[in-house]
């Protein structure tokens, strides 16, 4: 591996799965304004996932319904032509 190009700052964050509500904690570089208290009693950022392995259909086996709708019509607000 490149020496100087990997982050060196892992902390411990959050990840919450907003389909279904589970979290878990792991470590990232990514940053959050957002705290949640976890079940240590310490506080962590906390990164929002819109599907993680809990909800994805490969990993749970089962069709599960996404906001596709939902994630359209942000789009459409996003870059709707002003």
Not at 1 to 7: A, D, E, L, N, Q
Not at 50 to 79: C, M, Q, W
Request: without cysteine; hydrophobic residues 30%; charged residues 30%.
């Amino acid at each position: 591996m490149k020496k100087g190009i990997h982050p060196e700052a892992y902390k411990f964050v959050v990840f919450k799965d907003m389909s279904n509500g589970n979290s878990f904690l792991g470590r990232s570089t990514a940053h959050s304004k957002e705290t949640v208290k976890w079940e240590d009693g310490n506080e962590y950022p906390v990164i929002k996932l819109e599907i993680s392995n809990t909800s994805h259909p490969f990993y749970t086996g089962k069709n599960v319904l996404v906001d596709t709708a939902g994630r359209i019509d942000k789009f459409n607000k996003r870059y709707a032509k002003k």
